[in-house]
């Protein structure tokens, strides 16, 4: 349910009501626009009198939703959530950009990927610390003497870090080290995980599984946020379809329509969606033009003898030229990167 109070309401009224609704067994959480407040109500609202609440002179509109997700939809928040980290945000009018390796490899390389992709416009620094692999027999990267790399390459160039966590001893151990959380496409049912993401004040960068649903997605997102956080990005990298010529199909559809059913910032990531290094421009620009909030795009100096994932890869200097190209796009849609 969701309760729209008009703009005449006093914060003495919105306190009394929620305290009413919470004597009813249902948790409320109020949304704080310029000119109405919304209170999303989850619980057993069968139990709230719907006459009742519109007899109150500041209550506006009460709606059901029926959609299973609650607190990551539109209309429990109307307005788009924006997620700040440092002097960055991810959401509203600027398009945020994340790039760097599939995984750390070195101090050298991953401070110098570092410098070039900040130079070029990026915000925000990707590498992989730990990685899931398909084979048992891939390299599953540095661990923690990876996590280091990353901080280092943050404390060189300021990026804020991007970087996946797997199990949650992982995330216990390692969440205060990390800028933004990544929870990746084979985790995103991974509920126990997804539940203490949500006990956790850092922001979620959560992806799409391979062959979830966009409602599959909006859910293991409401997982995070019932359990009280609020910070959560979506991330459409592609899925599986029948077509094998790309490593996975990118659904440019569901930014369009994620951004339609939730308030929550959505990002593209062309490198995996496709697997090959010489889509990931094209795939980018399409990304920037139907809407997406931001690009995680791979980039090494080396991709030929990258450890992981080289063949999706681009190299620095066409990292530099895509960004002069998004940069165009963005502005044509009255936004910048």
Sequence with gaps: MVIVLNSSSTPEQIEKLKQELENFGCSVWPTYGKFQTILGIVGDTGKLDRDYLL???????????????KKVNRTFHPENTLINVGQQ???????????????????????????????????FLRG??????????????LQQEGLELLKQAREATGLPVVTEI??????????????IIQIGA?????????KA??????????????????EELLMAAEYIMAGGNENVILCERGI????????NTLDLSAVLAIKRLSHLPVIVDPSHAAGLWWMVEALSKAAVAVGADGLIIEVHQDPGNARCDGQQ????????????????????DNRTL
Excluded: W
Excluded at 59 to 66: A, D, F, H, I, T
Excluded at 133 to 138: C, T
Excluded at 186 to 194: I, S
């Design 55 to 69: 007899s109150k002179p500041f209550v506006e509109k009460v709606l059901s939703v029926q959609e299973p997700y």
């Design 89 to 123: 945000t991810i959401g509203g009018n600027q398009v945020a950009v994340i790039a760097g390796p599939c995984s750390v490899e070195s101090p050298e390389q991953i401070v110098s990927i570092a410098r070039q992709v900040k130079s070029a416009g990026a915000g």
């Design 128 to 141: 992989g610390a730990f990685k899931p692999r398909s084979s048992p027999y891939s390299f599953q990267g």
């Design 166 to 179: 797997m199990s949650i001893k992982q995330l216990e151990n390692h969440h205060e080290d990390i800028d």
């Design 186 to 194: 084979r985790n995103m049912q991974n509920f126990d995980l997804l």
């Design 197 to 214: 993401a949500g006990q956790i004040a850092k922001p979620i960068l959560l992806k799409r599984g391979q062959s979830a649903t966009i």
């Design 240 to 247: 599986r379809t029948f077509e094998t010529y790309t490593r």
């Design 313 to 332: 890869s681009i190299k620095p200097d066409r990292f530099a030229a895509l960004m002069k190209s998004l940069r165009e796009i963005a502005h044509i």
